[in-house]
């Protein structure tokens, strides 16, 4: 059979629908009630590490107010909510016990900024591995997640240069 360019035109048709199913089903999103929870990584750790960092996006769908209050990483046996300010020029982490989270909005929890801290680590996180663990919220309950563990120096998932 000939072809013509009709055919061509649905195969990039059918390859553009396959290539954007396959990004949407490669996100990796945990819900619990109106909280979804998005692409949560770390990076791997040196041997003999103490402590990693967990990294995500999280999204009150719901029209009431929530806020992370805890959560637990099976790497580890502390988990702990930091925020990372500017005071005097010098760059502090603080150590929060919840962060809200507004109706209808997404908080970034990223290197820099609000992030999760891993303490106490029992083995190193290793990269192409993941990390289990569980998020707690006021509202919304417990969620188990699991975060990608990807290299050291490789570039944060979505794109960022953190």
């Known amino acids: 059979m000939p072809f013509k360019p009709s055919h061509f035109a649905i195969a990039l ?13 490669s996100a990796q999103q945990f819900k619990a ?14 041997k003999g590490a103490k ?17 992370l209050v805890g959560g637990s990483v ?3 046996t ?22 809200e989270l507004p109706p209808g909005e997404s908080v970034e929890v990223k290197p820099g900024g609000r992030h999760i801290m891993f303490v106490d680590l029992e083995y190193p996180l290793t990269a192409g591995q993941k990390a289990k663990g ?6 919304a309950g417990r969620l188990e997640i699991e975060f990608d563990v990807i290299g050291m120096g490789a570039p944060p998932p979505g794109g960022r240069k953190d």
Request: glycine fraction near 10%; include cysteine; charge should be negative.
């Open 78 to 99: 502390g988990f702990e909510i930091h925020d990372t300010v500017v005071e005097d020029g010098v760059m502090r982490m603080r150590q929060l016990a919840a962060f």
């Open 51 to 67: 402590v990693g960092a967990g990294y995500m996006v999280i999204e009150n769908r719901g029209a009431i107010p929530d806020r």
């Open 74 to 76: 099976k790497a580890a």
């Open 134 to 139: 569980e998020l707690r919220f006021e509202r």
């Open 13 to 25: 048709l059918l390859l553009s629908a396959c290539s954007a199913s396959g990004q949407e089903l």
């Open 33 to 46: 009630g109106d909280i979804v929870v998005s692409n949560p990584w770390s990076r791997a750790t040196p």
